[in-house]
């Protein structure tokens, strides 16, 4: 506990110098031994289609690093907007989230939608509650309000929150030109329909359509891992270990012939925070598989290719598995030479 008790408060008394106790030495060590022992947050639990779960024991209590979002430049590294206090809380029981609870998200339920889990907590808590954030797309911007996209890229969107109920949070951009800088919110609408804006203030941002960016909650936060609300508004079943995310069942990215390498938006296949993705390439009736991925639209990154089995399994005549980094923004060129009978399956991705 040693985290939670510094700093003591004598020392932010008085002027001059301070006196330290040697009890106050040994919470100093175990607080640096701790923050060995906190490089990773408690894992995300899918409990069902609209319930996440941390999960915690008296014996074995979830503990978290309040140190903010991770960093979209620089993998290991966080940002906290100078919103999150960099202390740890922990918890003795475990916490379920609720998607169909009132309180459990920012704005209403969205379906087709990714959400930011935030472990959150005030200054004088020692214990975290769960929240999570609707992860927010680009639609427009006119001076500094972004008028908002839906995650699949194919209409606008309002999220509902209360009118300004995200001024003081801070907007972090994920993808394009702005990546990486922070803008505080001034306002937001209170739109649950097509025209959701948020407005802040600063210099102006450099968006385009279809970027990527999250509003940082106004209090002590860490990100804990990135869930998708699915078309029928469940959430969809996931392992989580550390930054590694396996769905329970392949989500199909493409299928059919696709004629040169053609830029394919993973918008609500994997976050924005993936760098890895992870998958398999299959082919049905008794076709050549192909698949060829590249990360400039001109030279491939990896190439899959293989003679179709004698028989089917599992519905396909051949499959192979692949690995490969994810373009920002969730992207990445597709072809398979105009090929028919082909399938491109998601089955994760790593942050």
């Known amino acids: 506990m040693s985290l939670i008790h510094l700093p003591q408060s004598k020392w932010g008394s008085g002027t001059g110098r301070q ?5 106050d030495f040994e919470k100093i060590e175990q607080a640096v031994l701790e923050g060995f022992q906190m490089a990773l947050a408690p894992p995300l639990e899918y409990v ?12 074995c209590k979830a503990r978290v690093m309040l140190c903010g979002f991770p960093s979209p430049l620089h993998p290991g590294q966080w940002v906290s907007g100078g919103l999150a206090d960099g202390r740890y809380r922990e918890n003795s029981e475990a916490l379920v989230l609720n998607f169909a609870t009132a309180g459990s998200l920012w704005g209403t339920e969205k379906a ?9 907590a005030g200054a004088a808590d020692t214990c975290f509650s769960l929240k999570a954030m609707p992860v927010m797309r680009v639609s427009s911007q006119a001076a500094q309000s972004i008028y908002l996209r839906n995650n699949g890229n194919s209409g606008d969107i309002g999220y509902g929150c209360s009118a300004n109920e995200l001024a003081d949070g801070k907007i972090l951009v994920l993808s394009g030109a702005s990546r990486g800088l922070v803008r505080l919110i001034t ?14 203030e600063g210099s102006a941002l450099t968006l385009a359509p279809g970027d990527w960016f999250l509003a940082l909650p106004h209090t002590n936060f860490r ?6 609300n699915g078309s029928d508004s469940n959430l969809v079943p996931f392992f989580q270990e550390g930054g590694r995310f396996t769905y329970f069942t392949p989500r199909q990215a493409a299928s059919g012939a696709i004629n040169g390498n053609t830029l394919f938006d993973l918008g609500l296949m994997v976050p924005p925070t993936a760098r890895v993705l992870q998958g398999y390439a299959a082919a049905a009736a008794g076709a050549d598989l192909k698949l060829a991925m590249s990360y400039d ?15 089917d399994f599992q519905g396909v005549r051949g499959a192979l598995p692949f690995r490969c980094r994810v373009l920002e923004g969730s992207r990445i060129y597709l072809n398979n030479e105009n090929t028919a009978n082909q399938m491109v399956k998601v089955t994760g991705w790593e942050e």
């Open 19 to 23: 006196v330290i106790l040697k009890t």
């Open 48 to 59: 069902d289609a609209a319930n996440l779960r941390v999960n915690a024991l008296a014996d």
């Open 112 to 120: 087709n939608q990714w959400y930011c889990v935030f472990a959150l």
């Open 187 to 200: 306002a937001n609408n209170s739109d649950n329909g097509s025209a959701g804006t948020i407005t802040y």
């Open 223 to 228: 990100c804990l891992g990135m869930v998708l």
């Open 297 to 311: 639209g001109g030279n491939p990154a990896l190439v899959l290719h293989g003679p179709p089995p004698s028989g």
